[in-house]
Antibody
Framework: EVQLVESGGGLIQPGGSLRLSCAAS????????MSWVRQAPGKGLEWVSV???????YYADSVKGRFTISRDNSKNTLYLQMNSLRAEDTAVYYC???????????????WGQGTLVTVSS | DIQMTQSPSSLSASVGDRVTITCRAS??????LNWYQQKPGKAPKLLIY???SLQSGVPSRFSGSGSGTDFTLTISSLQPEDFATYYC??????????FGPGTKVDIK
């Protein structure tokens, strides 16, 4: 059974840093595309970042230069390092496996339960 | 950047109703359109991918159609467990993805 479990969220002051983790089971993180999607309180879904199986990484403009996606193959875990945090980064952060059926056909089929990040002084 | 819009933003319906939600892209995205359902406090769930393909395990009362810029999600007979928020998502501009703003379906 595929399972994704996020951790690492919490209350952080503006300008601070936080690292989120997403432990996977039932499949191999390094063999899949993996993504982070966030949802601000009462708002819609916003794609944040993706890491391809080959290691290429991509980011939404809103987090580019501040967030870094990575993975630890030995721990089968996905990470999101978040630096220079702002109030507008406050959200539930979900990790998701991003499977594909062709070069542009990418879908998010398995999701974690989410971890809340609150950026406030 | 490709922008996604959804209409309506919310709707009220009764059990047994046929419900249609529309998603529009700011440019053609071929059929690279997925639909998700999200219930309060829960993670999104994939319903439809490639505009019209039903994800495994999803009830057949859900269907999707469209291509280019205009897409629809239809629930043929609304069930109590279908009251949720629905999001479309495009992957045409891979590796950049965009979600629609969502459509909340609640009980009339």
């Amino acid at each position: 059974e595929v399972q994704l479990v996020e951790s690492g969220g919490g209350l952080i002051q503006p300008g601070g840093s936080l690292r989120l983790s997403c432990a996977a089971s039932g499949f191999t993180v390094s063999s899949n595309y993996m993504s982070w999607v966030r949802q601000a309180p009462g708002k819609g879904l916003e794609w944040v970042s993706v890491i391809y199986s080959g290691g290429s990484t991509y980011y939404a403009d809103s987090v580019k230069g501040r967030f870094t996606i990575s993975r630890d193959n030995s721990k089968n875990t996905l990470y999101l390092q978040m630096n220079s945090l702002r109030a507008e980064d406050t959200a539930v952060y979900y990790c998701a496996s991003a499977n594909y059926y062709d070069s542009s056909g990418i879908l998010f089929d398995y999701w974690g339960q989410g971890t809340l990040v609150t950026v406030s002084s | 950047d490709i922008q996604m819009t959804q209409s309506p933003s919310s709707l009220s319906a009764s059990v047994g109703d046929r419900v249609t939600i529309t998603c529009r892209a700011s440019q053609s995205i071929s059929s690279y359109l997925n639909w998700y359902q999200q219930k309060p406090g829960k993670a999104p769930k994939l319903l439809i991918y490639a505009a019209s393909s039903l994800q495994s395990g999803v009830p057949s009362r859900f269907s999707g159609s469209g291509s280019g810029t205009d897409f629809t999600l239809t629930i043929s007979s609304l069930q109590p467990e279908d009251f949720a928020t629905y999001y479309c998502q495009q992957s045409y501009s891979t590796p950049i993805f965009t979600f629609g703003p969502g459509t909340k379906v609640d009980i009339k």
